[in-house]
């Protein structure tokens, strides 16, 4: 399995959460995607090695790279980044494959 | 459910890379935890956005924040962190609860 695990700083997060997390739901149901989750900080205690100051957390989950490249490729994501690029202060992604 | 995704930066990630994952894998089995994942980076197709540097990712699943916290005092994950914390280069952790 390939984990597809995104975090997005949105520039303005009181307006534009919802909208955010509902383009995420939407894009974790295309149809190479294994599974997907949606999420949002949890209050667990701040320490150094915390990071908390994104605002929405996407997991995709695909069954091979062959599927991530495709759902990178599938014009409803690409839709999906061009709706909402100009709302996030900053995307960071983590890719791995469970071992 | 909360996600803790926690992403390890190993100062010498050829020699204890493995050590790295058992240790993970055996803390992911703790009580308290509901499901556990241990991964490597992907091979996906290198962009501004991505994140690739690091050399574990671990993700741990609980089912509730008092579990978690639960997880962090448990003997066993303070013991794994004083043995393996003098491989780490840094720790990175996402906390969030999926929505």
Redesign the interface.
Not at 48 to 77: C, G, M, W
């Given at each position: 399995m390939?984990?597809?695990?995104v975090?997005f700083w949105l520039k303005k997060p009181n307006e534009d959460l919802e909208a955010g997390?509902e383009g995420c739901r939407a894009i974790g149901q295309l149809k190479s995607a294994d599974s997907y989750?949606?999420?949002?900080?949890?209050?667990?205690?701040k320490?150094e090695?915390?990071?908390?100051s994104?605002h929405i957390?996407l997991?995709v989950n695909f069954k091979s790279?062959e599927d991530?490249?495709a759902y990178?490729e599938d014009p409803i994501h690409l839709q999906f980044i061009a709706e909402h690029k100009d709302k996030w202060e900053k995307?960071?992604?983590?890719?791995?494959?469970?071992?």
């Amino acid at each position: 399995m390939l984990v597809h695990q995104v975090f997005f700083w949105l520039k303005k997060p009181n307006e534009d959460l919802e909208a955010g997390m509902e383009g995420c739901r939407a894009i974790g149901q295309l149809k190479s995607a294994d599974s997907y989750q949606v999420g949002v900080p949890a209050p667990t205690t701040k320490r150094e090695v915390i990071e908390d100051s994104y605002h929405i957390a996407l997991t995709v989950n695909f069954k091979s790279i062959e599927d991530h490249d495709a759902y990178q490729e599938d014009p409803i994501h690409l839709q999906f980044i061009a709706e909402h690029k100009d709302k996030w202060e900053k995307v960071r992604i983590y890719d791995f494959n469970l071992a």
